[in-house]
């Protein structure tokens, strides 16, 4: 039977090799906990035993919570604990719990808006074909007025817009959780909790939005199942990833971070990107000043032909025709009247006619998972699967370490 989770369906997208690792190869980690992560699960820790005790007629204050959460850091501390953020250190991210457990319990004491159903309570969603989604809901809540209401913390520092919340796909789960093992729930409020800044981002799903997504999620599962390649995808968050030392998009840069500038230098993978760089910038130096040659020949043979009324002009084993038409020219994409002039097209009916499909953008919006699942459907069957190799040059976020060890003072290269 398949089992999903949603971290385990939202870690394929986020990095098909990072799913591979963890729930394929099953790779041990063995790099300390983020503390970030080790953060949200003690303040998680902390309002779950909240909420214990409110469920056995109990309310804490702001002082019992806070030494309960002081308690479970202790208990929970690992000998290493992994801070990506240079800045901040664990005494810091631990007054971070603690101001966000404060503002939590000052606007909620004496948590009284409702019955607790459970707390990290597990759901199954069995969707047929052996499929089974599964989770933990941090706290599910019946209020006076009848609704369900699924309450989840985060401690994350990224506070959403309301459309993003609307748009999130936990929340779906979540719903689509509660309706399966409460069908007679007639609400559902999905309620998250950004703790660090005491907001609260309420909303609900359509019943067609999760039937949506229901399809949407039988249809990924379906995709990794048949997936025979996992590719790195990287991204900001590979600096959380467990198995940053195992990647091999990361592997080289974090061995050669290990090594003395004298040895860096003469690295061979180092060696070869440097003389890759310094050809395509050569190519690329040189091209701009053939083009720039040839206007100019260009604009001498014009001259030419004008003067002597010519249109053809002879060189030794080529000729040059020389012809001069009037053509209209419209505003390119960047330029400030470009919407206008697509308004104007589309007001004439004439977009279907003089616009063009842009392969590019469709191949990246399905390799990105970017498209509804009915067009996904409609149009991957004209498309054909090829192999595709390419060295692909781009510029080190992280070059300024290893510019300074540069001997030769020679300026970092623009991306060749
Ligand atoms: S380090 Fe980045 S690219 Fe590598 S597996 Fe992890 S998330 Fe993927």
């Not at 592997?251 to 993978?269: K, M, S």
Request: net charge negative; aromatic share 8%; hydrophobic share 40%.
């Amino acid at each position: 039977m398949a089992r999903y989770s949603y971290s385990k369906l939202s870690a394929y997208r986020t990095c098909p090799l990072q799913y591979r690792f963890k729930y394929i190869d099953k790779l041990p980690i063995e790099v300390a906990p983020s503390i970030e992560a080790f953060l949200g699960s003690r303040v998680h820790d902390a309002l779950e035993w909240l909420y214990r005790q409110v469920a056995a007629t109990r309310v804490p204050t702001i002082t019992d919570v806070l030494a309960a959460y002081e308690s479970f850091w202790d208990a929970e501390r690992t000998s290493d604990l992994r801070i990506v953020d240079r800045d901040l250190d664990e005494a810091a991210y631990r007054a971070t719990g603690r101001r966000c457990l404060e503002l939590y319990v000052a606007r909620h004491a004496p948590f009284a808006d409702g019955i607790v159903l459970g707390l990290e309570r597990g759901f199954q969603i069995p969707l047929g074909d052996g499929l089974v989604l599964q989770g933990f809901i941090d706290r599910l809540m019946k209020t006076k007025d009848g609704s369900y209401e699924v309450h989840d913390y985060k401690t994350s520092q990224r506070l959403p817009t309301p459309e993003q919340a609307r748009a999130d796909e936990q929340g779906g789960w979540y719903a689509l959780a509660v309706r399966h093992n409460f069908p007679a729930a007639r609400d559902v409020r999905l309620v998250w909790h950004y703790l660090r800044y005491d907001e609260e981002l309420v909303t609900t799903r359509t019943t067609n939005e999760l039937e949506a997504l229901e399809a949407d999620i039988v249809r990924r599962v379906r995709e990794i199942e048949s997936a025979n390649e996992f590719p790195a995808r990287e991204s900001r968050l590979c600096d959380w990833c467990d198995y940053l030392s195992v990647c091999p998009a990361k592997g080289h840069r974090l061995a050669v971070l290990a090594l003395p500038p004298n040895e860096y230098q003469g690295e061979p993978g180092v060696a070869l990107v440097n003389r890759l760089a310094e050809l395509r910038l050569a190519l690329r130096a040189f091209t701009a000043e053939t083009e720039s040659e040839i206007a100019r020949v260009e604009q001498a043979l014009l001259a030419y032909a004008r003067e002597h009324g010519y249109s053809v002009i002879v060189g030794d084993a080529y000729e040059a025709a020389i012809s001069e038409t009037e053509v209209m020219s419209f505003p390119k994409k960047e330029e400030p009247s470009r919407p206008e002039l697509e308004a104007r097209v589309r007001e004439h009916g004439l977009w279907d006619e003089v616009s063009d499909l842009s392969l590019a953008k469709l191949e990246k919006a399905l390799q990105r998972d970017e498209l509804p699942p009915a067009a996904r459907a409609a149009l991957e069957p004209f498309g054909t699967a090829r192999a595709r190799v390419s060295v692909r040059l781009r510029k080190r976020r992280d070059s300024a370490d290893r510019s300074a060890m540069d001997t030769d003072g020679r300026p970092s290269p623009t991306e060749p």
